[in-house]
């Protein structure tokens, strides 16, 4: 079983792994007394995980138990560390098969014991949670006024009033004024309508080719 410790490109596998590892999980439950029913427990969030300290040592030398042979030095070890605490970003912890998860450095205490070189330490960890923030995008918001605006601009368009072309008709070898009246409007006593629209005051007298409006 290796134990890992992790942060973006730099990772550190502990030389020596500790005896044994364990994880605390709880959820932040309530209970409730309640008149006539007694306690009543409501079910709350999970809480973050607690992880007892990790105690070792980083070997100032190579021993048989050692995981690996090419480790860095005890220094170097609690180097990149302490770089991690104060770097304000978690780390991960991971033990093969068993644990993978973010952590904040809670506490680091290290320390010579026995004169060999090798620094034991404790490390404190506890879980670390992302706070993901749903972002709401603005163009909704826009799209409503830009609908409102085109809704505004077709009642506008739908109100103005609309230009009517005037007809017209070029007289006719043949036609008289009544003649085309009962052509053009179904009704030849219309031609006075015909005369007035033209000004004309001889309603008998109109020429080949002259335009009138209808």
Avoid at 55 to 72: A, G, L, M, R
Avoid at 154 to 162: E, G, I, S
Avoid at 199 to 204: A, R, V
């Amino acid at each position: 079983m290796e134990f890992w410790l992790m942060q973006d490109t730099e990772k550190l596998q502990l030389p020596v792994p500790p005896p044994n590892y364990s994880i605390k999980r709880a959820l932040d439950n309530t209970v409730i007394k309640v008149e006539g029913i007694g306690e009543v427990s409501f079910i709350g969030k999970s809480k973050l995980a607690e992880i007892p300290p990790i105690k070792t040592f980083f070997p100032n030398q190579i021993y048989t138990f050692c995981e690996y042979s090419d480790f860095p030095t005890p220094k170097e070890c609690t180097d990149l560390i302490e770089k991690w605490r104060l770097s304000g970003k978690p780390i991960r912890y991971l033990v093969t098969d068993a644990i993978n998860i973010e952590c904040t450095i809670e506490s680091f205490e290290h320390g010579e014991q026995d004169g060999t070189g090798d620094v034991y330490f404790s490390l404190e960890l506890k879980e670390y949670r992302r706070i993901i923030l749903e972002v709401v995008s603005p163009s909704i918001s826009v799209t409503t006024k830009a609908t409102k605006a085109t809704t505004a601009t077709k009642a506008t368009v739908a109100q103005r009033p609309t230009k009517t072309v005037a007809k017209k008709y070029t007289v006719k070898a043949g036609d008289t004024l009544s003649a085309i009246a009962k052509k053009q409007y179904g009704d030849s006593s219309k031609y006075t309508l015909i005369a007035s629209k033209n000004k004309l005051k001889n309603p008998n007298l109109i020429k080949v080719g002259q335009v009138l409006i209808l």
